[in-house]
């Protein structure tokens, strides 16, 4: 019964969302966990993640809880920090040199890749829709890799961030600058800043 408990608790924390690494993190067995999964008729949403039936898929939280190691960057930072209201047909995450990121690619969802000391560089979270908290880059890393991508992107995304950017309090040109520079894009995002500011 306590495990029940536990486990509730854990469904309200996660607004009906549940890992099975979160359940043995609590004390549970594999085998308790899947008995309380098939009593309470949860449904399984990916690999190790189940969902309460009434739940909201927040599909940005199921992602990054299928690897914690991605950020959320590109159009999808934009649209989580409010630089856009339009949502990407498919979601732009960012992860390190070396990890194989095909299965995401089969599922169209876009991933960059940076090496090991630059993953971390700019990492801040930000608040789905659904409320859920996600890695996610900050303004001022997202602008810089906006910039570095956008042969990439379509045009009118890059000028909109841009333009959306410069109208920030609270951009910071010194952190935008520090990134391109450690990016190899100092110019291209200080010819950009020249004409917008």
Known sequence: M???????????????????????????????????????KLERVSHGIYATEGAWIDELYILHLRSEQAIFSHDTALLLHGMTDREPAYPSITVKTGYNPSHFIVEGIKVYTVKQELLELGKTTAKTQFGHTVPVYDIDRTICDIVRSRNKLEFQTVQNALKAYVRRKDKNLNSLMQYASMFGAESIVRGYMELLL
Do not use: H, M, V, W
């Open 2 to 40: 306590e495990s029940n408990f536990k486990l509730n608790n854990l469904l309200d924390k996660n607004k009906g969302i549940i890992r099975t690494a979160q359940a043995l993190e609590a004390g549970l067995d594999k085998p308790d966990f899947y008995k309380y999964i098939k009593d309470n």
